[in-house]
């Protein structure tokens, strides 16, 4: 494997979302780490795939709510690599109920997984980044749109939001970019499973384009960030929805 190319970590890389920016980055050049924490099956079909295109992917599994996994898959991705140059903080889950309806389990799991988790490859990426890195987290229009039953997974996110901010910041000096991209109503599992067709009618209209975005969509704001004409933007939540807010 070129071990002269850059190096992305994608978590929460096995499907939707995750999938396709994998894909994009390895089309863009990267070699790309494909994070999961239980596909395997996914994952490894997904590195197949990107090696049948002609680019360079391995599968990592790592817990990214586990900080010691977490620092394991840096250690892997510098040892066969040589060092991590763009970091893609994907991995997520929702859970939707009212604040009066949400229970401990929906609130402890969406923390750990959305909030600590990115923290927890922030921390390593904050450290171990080379020079001229690019950090992408994703956050979500819902942080603006404020809609019912999405406190908790708002609230996950916009933690994200605040810590992309202020990481910035701190990486002053070493050519290190720090953005987000807040995507709307994408047509993904995590999105579309157990919602009325109602529902997701509704939303599919909301925006003024009215359609909703593709994980391929998503990928493409990610390849600008972590390519060379995103190299003037920092510090930028980029809503990515159709103009639905």
């Known amino acids: 494997m070129n071990t002269d190319k850059k190096v992305a970590i994608v978590t929460g890389a096995s499907r939707g979302i995750g999938a396709a920016i994998a894909e994009r980055l390895a089309k863009d050049g990267f070699t790309v780490v494909v994070n999961y924490a239980g596909g395997a099956a996914e994952a490894e079909a997904l590195v197949a795939k990107i090696e049948a295109a002609g680019g360079s992917a391995i599968p990592a599994q790592a817990d990214v709510s586990d900080p010691a996994a977490v620092a394991r898959m840096f250690d892997a991705a510098q040892a066969a690599f040589g060092g991590v140059d763009v970091l893609v903080n994907n991995a997520g889950i929702m859970k939707l109920a009212t604040l009066a309806e949400s229970d401990d389990a929906l609130f402890d799991s ?74 709307g109503p994408t047509a993904t599992a995590l999105f579309l499973d157990g919602k009325p067709q109602s529902v997701i009618d509704t939303l599919t209209k909301a925006a003024p384009l009215e359609r909703l975005g593709q994980p391929e969509d998503i990928a493409g704001a990610v390849a600008f960030l972590a390519g060379p004409d995103g190299s003037w933007i920092n510090g930028q939540v980029l809503r990515a929805n159709g103009g639905i807010i």
């Not at 390593?124 to 039953?149: D, F, H, M, T, W």
């Open 110 to 183: 969406q923390v750990a997984i959305n909030l600590k988790g990115s923290f927890n490859t922030l921390r390593e990426a904050a450290k171990r980044l080379r020079e001229g890195g690019r950090i992408i987290n994703l956050s979500s229009s819902v942080v603006g749109l404020r809609p019912a039953s999405y406190a908790v997974y708002a609230a996950t996110k916009a933690g994200v939001e605040a810590m992309t901010h202020i990481l910035t910041k701190e990486l002053r000096g070493r050519n290190i970019t720090v953005n987000a991209i807040a995507p």
